[in-house]
């Protein structure tokens, strides 16, 4: 057991030798002492940047993680906003015949597709516009002829 006690002191002493020497000191000018106290002062310098360094990556995984439900928020409400868009058309006895095609991106609804008539072009804004977060409606679709 002694025997490995002196072989671990033995390579601690000889990793010591090796970082100073790495840091352009000269062994020969320094206590054994000071070496300590500058392998040590190393070492917490270390510990202490490597800190910093985890309270940052820690800070922007928080910031990914935000940014990211953000994101999510958004399309889960687009595609609320288009679901609750579609139920309105197909309350409407007009509209609920035809294939209108609903898209939504950042609350702005697009609606295209026919439509049999003008006033029903009109209404199929009107219910788009009434659904809670539409920003903005682009009535696209086609009075049909006939």
Known sequence: MNLSRQT??????????LMLAACGKKAEDQTVGQKLDAAVAQTGQAAASARTDAREAVQQTRDAVKETGEKMAD????????????????????????KINVDTRDGKVTLTG?????????????????????????????????
């Not at 439509?115 to 977060?133: E, H, L, S, W």
């Open 8 to 17: 671990v002191a033995l390579a601690s002493a000889g990793a010591l030798m």
């Open 75 to 98: 399309k889960l409400s687009d595609a609320t906003i288009t679901a609750e868009v579609n139920a309105g058309l197909a309350r409407d006895a007009d509209l609920s015949a035809i």
């Open 114 to 146: 026919p439509a049999p008539t003008a006033m029903a072009r009109d209404r199929a804004t009107a219910i788009a516009r009434g659904v809670k977060g539409v920003n903005a409606v682009d009535n696209q679709l086609v009075v049909r002829a006939g």
